[in-house]
């Protein structure tokens, strides 16, 4: 699913291993908490720009505040 960014919100997101591209996977409700997932959570997640589906662990999720 597509997150669209919203300039000054938190969202979760993963670099494409495919094409590079950072994307948003879901908004961050709590931006003022540290995300805990752990290198066993895997997530499969979809890059919006070459549709290339890939797994995704906790170590690769970023959290990001949108910005112009």
């Known amino acids: 699913m597509l997150v669209e960014w919203i300039i ?10 495919a094409c590079g591209v950072q994307f948003a996977f879901t908004p ?8 805990y997932l752990t290198d066993s959570a895997e997530m499969v997640l979809t ?3 070459c549709y290339f589906p890939l797994t995704y662990n ?3 999720i970023r959290k990001v505040q949108a910005k112009k």
């Open 8 to 17: 000054g919100k938190w969202y979760l997101s993963v670099t494409c291993k």
């Open 58 to 60: 906790g170590h690769e």
């Open 47 to 49: 890059c919006p720009e």
């Open 28 to 35: 961050d409700d709590q931006p003022d908490e540290t995300h």
